[in-house]
């Protein structure tokens, strides 16, 4: 009866131990983004089948983890809101800052709508730079249109 | 004694009844980013003088409420915690769903720190798609490494 | 400098003075659902152009105010969460109750992914009981499928 | 000295290792609803004796299991507000934008009152569409009026 | 564009001025039960359109005034949680004690079901007593099963 | 080192494996109210040294367990707030709807003060009613003067 | 309309410009306990007529403002939880350190009960001391027992 | 790597085997106030050496159990706030009902500055009284003025 | 009838319409501190009478609003919890981030007790550095052992 | 599987059984801050490999527990918000009282941008004074500008 968080505790323990990255496993697991394998084995997205197993092999889970792992989570990642953790939190402190802005600008150019989180795919990668490399993330979303009924 | 808030529904009186759009108003105010000039007057940036002067201009502004908009404001545009609009909840969901794996990966790759939300810039981009346009939205920010001392 | 929640006071004022009902009104916007122009003039939804302009029309509003209906709104009906009138909180207790079986049944049947509130559509009709009249519901919303990359 | 969130962990646990799905437990149970069953066994609903000497057999449980499983629960399938589970969140999502608007319009219909959330019942649907399946979810529930006294 | 809120406070103000007692104004406003009428002046119950006009006479009300007393009210008097207030207070402090004792002993008497809070009424006397008189509530609500689908 | 939530827990157990209702359990503990005994068993209330003893007697409690009956438990029922179980919550709604109307009417009759939630009793009854059974509930609490010094 | 919140601001106002201290204004309202009389003006206690005469002539308030001060005001003087102001916060911190202690002695002291905070009266008083005067308060409250029913 | 509320648990549990009180306890530690050492073994304050030594001995505690009775704890003792247990909650109701009070009186008195709740004492009575005893609770704490600088 | 919170809002206004700094403002009000002179016309610290006298000169004040200044504020300037604002939410994280560490280190050097943030004083420097310059802050505050009593 | 909570709690327990104080095992660790240390080892801040194997050899911990004390935790030290730790509470209390003070000055000498709690290092020393010694902490951050873009 082990819960989906002592999963992720077992997955971070067996990477520990392996002494593996995030990027072997993911690279481990399939050719999908090493993003979404992460967040799948921190309990946040899906594997297929394949993928749990060869994760499953990587890390020493047993088949009925790798069951666990295809299976939609109850997602949620952060333990508190707003969360503490300060790499964490300066997401949110987007959120904060440019929430209003977002709706703004995303409204005048595609109408009433939104940004999908659900048709949505992300990289993450260095930009190198003299002053002091920078996180550069691109994100993109299907806009959505409120249906009108 | 207008406060901030106030002179945020002032601005978006004067758009309103000018028929303006918030790229034609950041044309009007200078070279810089649509996306900062946009944040700068709905309260969480701020405007160099010239800008502000211009924003004044076009908005019908008092010299007063000019000064204002190059003052740092109180920022945290959000009523309520989490957003309940839509189209922002939609990046909290990120937040809570990408949380974990954001600090993962960024740790991993560049060690113990934050990605900055200070020294940081963003674009906003509409990206055309057969199945449905997409919001693209590229983040930069300077990787900060926590001081040893 | 009116805001939003002011527009609706105003509208629920003139709505009482004028002794009319939603669906009279709504029958007086347009074609579309009464569900969605009521939501329209709680400040939840939008108009089109016209339609705007036919609520302005018979409610003696402004031609402002009918440009403010057009415009997304930022969204959230709710003074206190859980919501404090029993109406509303009846269905907050189905989410509650219901949540995670409507998660579990949607999931089974349709994969990993959510109903969209967005690309959603709902009709509220009266369903004769001898034991007491029923209010029934329909609500229908696109699956989406989330994103693997 | 088993609490009933540790009897639906366990239930999950069964459901997985034998590969049945939501459906093919509830045909086993008997021949009420999908969404009841499913609702009972994760500790939102009860099973009359029968059904839960059913759902025993079924899933491995034992005798004091079924019993519980007869018992009223201690309501409330969210383990924060609002939900952070994306699937769950777009139905509070429909809370928060609906919710005067359900108000105004049934209270238009039947006076003042509420529709019940205990003499309900409830269906879900795939709803063919060429632009992507539709979720369709029809709720009925009595409406009941405030006594006068 | 008044709210309920205001109209609460007015007619607190107007009883002030006017020198009269709930009991005196519910006697001039119809048959019905003081607690009903009171709630309802205090924003939380509706009147009938003879009682509102009762009510708006004795209390100088607008025709206005006495329309909102009889549309439903956003339900829920209190403005914080837990209340402050020590009398009321008290009565939440019997649902924190004795709130799982009333869920053991209804559902044991009557099965899985809930008591109405809307088919429900209520009475307030003073019961005289040697070591210091009591207040008397007695309430009754109607019981409503879970229905089985 | 068990928490009085463990010895409810396990009270629970005993009573389901023994097959016993509420009201069998209040019979073997003493002739006093069997509100006030469940309550106990709750961990909401104390039983005497002799009740407790009974209490042990019939439901297989150690000589420790009586005596943790018989002391003041840290109160407090609702592991939520407000309360998530629909049962519990109607109660919590009446505090909601009926707190401020509670307040004038009491005040008007007693003068300021409270109604005892410590001098206080209870009788839960069920009164048949042709279109559905009804819950009656009579409250009895110490009328308490604020002091004047 | 006014709020009594709006009365406890004008009061200090009235105080303020008057350069009357809180006890110079409680010796002009009665013999009373200073505490009672400033806890009332400040919106938390009742005075008696006259004592509120006493209170308006020395403050300059209206007669319909002087029976506010008779009438039980919806108690509770913190603006946020826990009080953010230092001296009212370290009686909070006394609370959060002694809580569970009061509790423990006081039970054994008295049996199942509470110290009233109603039947209740308080002093506060200057403790000249060598090494920084001290504040001195007493309090007492009746002890109630639990009614056994 | 038991926490200092476990070390809390098993103090009440051992003080109720052995069947002593507070006060039979708090005499076997020292000449020190009661209220100190109960506060100390509730996991509050702190015990010296020879106090710690003591209190093991009367309540058979481990040599390292007996030094985490010296170390300051991570002081607060609610498990909830406001606190849900009545006797405690009393007290939080003083807070609410008086806080703006007291501070009105202490620096009326004293200047701008708080009571300290560190530099601080109590003592607990029974003060007998024909009408019902009384609880009567002395506070001292040092005055402490805010800093010029 | 103003509240605190609008004198500050009217100093702010005086302030940029004289265009003056704080650092002028506090030269004009006396010797002390700029931080405590700045923190009084925040609303957070008392003036004495000639610096309230002095600051009324320089911003154009009233007498009573000078009054006001001398008078001890009911503390507290964050109008959110946790902070949003992120210049001051960096100084929330260092709470959060070294909490345990300050207590850890403070009491292994003083004892058990606290630093005073009463009995305390700061300096904000400009710390010239060619990486960047930094912000250097001193705090001193007295050391408070608990009283043993 | 042990969390980082579990980690810090076992050094907490090794350092009591050692009889070792935070200074002695900072020393043994290596040559950098005992702040930055003992924050590492209570799980906020992470250790070299270097000085995790001697906090590892000196506290008889596991490689693995060496190896987490390397990697950055999941930040955030307070189990409560706001503190309720009267030591760690005074800290928060500063935020509260000189928040806005800091935001006002620090911009006033910087512009708008942040003190970096990153880029941060601190010193904690013990100040003696004939009055009562004093806790001297400096702090000093590097200033981020808001980039411009």
Known sequence: MATREELT??????????????????EGIGPGSPILYTAALL???TLTKTEAENAARLLGLTAIEATILTE???R???????????LIYRFHE????????????????????IMSAIDFDMQIE??????????????SGKFLSYKRY
Chains 1, 2, 3, 4, 5, 6, 7, 8, 9, 10 share one sequence.
């Open 9 to 26: 505790l077992k997955i971070q323990d067996e990477k520990r131990s392996r002494n593996l990255s995030w990027k072997q496993i993911a």
């Open 43 to 45: 309990g946040q997205m």
């Open 72 to 74: 939609p989570p109850l």
């Open 76 to 86: 949620g990642s952060l333990p508190a809101l707003p969360p503490t953790d300060p």
């Open 94 to 113: 987007l959120v904060q800052t440019y929430g209003t802005t977002w709706k703004a600008l995303i409204e005048e150019e595609f109408g009433d709508g």
């Open 126 to 139: 260095r930009e190198p730079n003299p002053k002091g490399d920078r996180v550069k993330i691109n994100m």
